[in-house]
């Protein structure tokens, strides 16, 4: 199993590649010597973003993380050149009390389904500790790449292509 720490990140993004509702999410952690790019979900990368505001508005205060999160924000696009190390299975969250810092771990593999017995499939973990400012700039970071794309249909909540959809609220209509 390998697993790749990053204790802080000197960059830590979500990213896309590709046009609205073709997009491949990225996300980019990285040191002065090391780069791991991982592919997610849209709806990966968009319920991280919604853990990370609740988790951080219950331990660490919502006030001081959002004066914070706007000086350490990031909005340079992604490095290149882009390559997907692994895509993910599996994320966690967590909070470290002792070193006041969220704990993000992506795994290529469901890690409560790990057969102890199969050490031939090699397996890949991503772990992030983040300061709750650094942690809340990525969730806003998140949430404003996941809005990114296709609008949502007003009926169905459902991606609108530039053609309309076919919404299944309106009996099939195409809007």
Known sequence: MTVVEFDPPERF?????GPAGQRTFFLQASDGTRRVQIALEKLHAQVLAERIG????Q?????ATIAAAAAAADNAPLDT???????????ALSWDDDRHVVVIEAHDHDPDEIDELDVTQERSTLRVWLPPAQARAFARR????VRAG????????GPVDEGGHICPRANGYKR
């Not at 609740?54 to 508005?57: A, I, N, R, T």
């Open 13 to 17: 993004v979500l990213g896309t590649v």
């Open 54 to 57: 609740e988790l951080l508005d």
């Open 59 to 63: 331990v660490a205060g919502r006030e």
């Open 81 to 91: 050149p882009i390559s997907e190390d692994f895509r993910v299975s599996a994320l």
């Open 142 to 145: 998140c949430e404003t790449v």
């Open 150 to 157: 296709r609008p949502p249909c007003p009926f169905c909540g």
